[in-house]
């Protein structure tokens, strides 16, 4: 907005400003045009919520427009990759394209599991263009109360014991 006060500053009438936007403006929806023709791939990346409980980790992904066909889930080690593709719409060559906002083409997204995440058990939901994916936890290992043996019930009796044996 500031450049455009400085050129209104420096005299010049509001049809020429009004007629470098729209040659801008003609220029991009060629060029656009152009690209949308040869165009395989974006900078898709789905939009991610991640939610923690007691219970889990649930990751909600934005995949508008997208089949649960077209999508990818693996884990490997600690790493949760999730990838597809989102296909983009054909355009008639005699449309023209005015704005197009929504992107498309291929995406990958990566998620560091945390060491308590159960990965044999992470299970995925598909719905109204959201993938949910339940990561989970596992279970934690309680304390446990170790007994202090003292005299004929002491370890390293036993282990003085098996050692006199075997040397025997």
């Known amino acids: 907005m500031g450049?455009?006060?400085?050129?209104k500053d420096r005299g010049l009438?509001?049809?020429?400003?009004?007629?470098f936007w729209d040659v801008i403006d003609d220029f991009d929806n060629q060029e656009l045009s152009r690209k949308l023709d040869n165009y395989s791939e974006s900078l898709?990346?789905?939009?991610?919520?991640?939610?923690?409980?007691?219970?889990?980790?649930?990751?909600?992904?934005?995949?508008?427009?997208?089949?649960?066909?077209?999508?990818?889930?693996e884990v490997d080690g600690n790493t949760l990759k999730?990838?597809?593709?989102?296909?983009?719409?054909s355009s008639n060559k005699n449309d023209e394209i005015y704005r197009y906002e929504r992107s498309f083409g291929k995406f990958e997204r990566m998620f560091s599991l945390p060491e308590n995440v159960?990965?044999?058990s992470i299970?995925?939901?598909?719905?109204?263009?959201?993938?949910?994916?339940?990561?989970?936890?596992k279970e934690q290992r309680k304390a446990r109360k170790i007994k202090i043996g003292t005299g004929n019930q002491s370890f390293l009796k036993k282990l003085t014991q098996k050692q006199e044996t075997k040397s025997e």
Do not use: M
Not at 13 to 19: E, G, N, Q, T, V
């Open 3 to 7: 450049a455009l006060g400085l050129w």
């Open 44 to 73: 898709f990346t789905p939009a991610c919520d991640i939610r923690e409980n007691d219970e889990a980790f649930i990751l909600a992904l934005d995949i508008p427009g997208v089949n649960k066909e077209e999508v990818n889930l």
């Open 82 to 89: 999730v990838s597809g593709s989102r296909q983009g719409e």
């Open 13 to 19: 009438p509001r049809s020429i400003l009004r007629d």
């Open 118 to 120: 159960d990965a044999s």
């Open 123 to 137: 299970e995925a939901e598909h719905n109204n263009g959201v993938l949910t994916i339940y990561l989970p936890k």
